[in-house]
């Protein structure tokens, strides 16, 4: 399995994110709260400039959604081999 992922899975370009980007976008999302002036811009520049401001903000949504998928039980929660990840 990839260590990236797609933000395309409901739309949308095919944008492949790689573990650094997402990694990055993470970080800027704990520093650029909600409600922050031009979020998606300040990430976007947060990330090097790697993906537009669009980019982010589609990206954020589709990982917003797949949460609350999550959560709801409509989608069941992603059964992750993590046998040794803590050894």
Not at 1 to 13: C, E, H, K, N, Q
Not at 50 to 77: C, F, M
């Amino acid at each position: 399995m990839s260590s990236g992922s797609r933000s395309s899975s409901r739309g949308g370009a095919n944008v492949e994110w790689n573990t650094r980007e997402n990694k990055l976008f993470e970080e800027a999302l704990a520093y650029y709260g909600e409600g922050t002036p031009d979020r998606w811009l300040k990430v976007s520049r947060a990330m090097g400039g790697t993906k537009t401001a669009d980019e982010v903000r589609r990206h954020y949504e589709i990982l917003d959604n797949d949460v609350k998928l999550i959560e709801s039980g409509r989608v069941p929660y992603p059964n992750y081999n993590t046998q040794g990840a803590w050894n």
